[in-house]
């Protein structure tokens, strides 16, 4: 087992130095901070947290908000926060949220009832009343994959990766393009304003019947709006996708109308979710960086508990445009149109 005097030695310091940044005090050279962070991270080390706490009168515990729906990028991403969180010597608790001011307002009471060192948030909440808590107790709180005023946050440019991601489509020679997303959550609404932002780069008129909202971004509700889209027209070639597993919903029904990926119709998601390597055909999607996100967001909740770099930070990850087999030039004079 990993033990103070191991990592003290690795960093060339003293134990005295490194207790002192795993206990959360001040008065530590922040690049020094910073190397001893590292190593207890790639080293697994875990402090003794029932010690810990009596000494320091903490928790050691994090509170992870996620929304009821919890799809698969979720899941994913909690995972890795959890490894990361657990790095440092933290429990985490789940707050599953529902997009209403009761299930909020429930939430913000558990919260006031349990003993948190800090909250990593991969749900927004609505309510001012949960924000004015945090004010007003200042508990250490970042966002992840959204971003809030005076909270630290990581998070992709939404609206340009959505804008490439349609321009990808454009670029192949399509003109005639669907959009499957939802109007709930700040993400959502970026990437629906990337997908006209595109069209109308190109000279394409901005089409709002081209765009059906659903509920949730689910695979359940892909189907659900892939089969809208048909009622409304069959004057297109192409669907992008606010999610990966709307774009994995979407498929299905396509091929259940006996419409062929990409033959007849190309599509594109967004996340790069597990399975859009594995799904056939294998999904043409925009990336997010899911480990960095994860670590990141941990590293700067635990620096925030610590005192340490304490100021409200924002940082904007990269993104990737991964191309795959569900898209593909358009070809004429399809006979389903």
Known sequence: MVSIKDIAKQAGMSPSTVSRVVNGKKYVNPAKRDKILKLIEETGYVPNNAARSMVLRRSFTVGIVVPDTFNMFQRQLFSIIERHLYSFGYHTL??????????????LNRVRSEKLDGIIM?????????????TRTKLPIVTATFSRSQISSIHVNEEQASFDGVSHLINLGHRKINMITGREFSFGRQRTEGFFHALESMGIDRDETRVVFVKHYTAEFGMYGMRELLLRNKDFSAIFAATDELAIGAIRVLRDEGLRVPEDVSVVGFDDIEISDFYLPRLT??????????????????RHICGANGAIAELLLPYKLIIRESTAIPISGKSWI
């Open 285 to 302: 999607t925009i990336r997010q960086p899911l480990d960095e996100i994860g670590g990141q967001a941990a590293l700067i909740l635990h």
């Open 122 to 134: 991969l749900h927004e909440i609505q309510g001012n009343r949960f924000y004015d808590y945090i």
């Open 94 to 107: 789940f707050f599953f949220v529902k997009f209403d001011g009761s299930s909020e307002e429930e939430f």
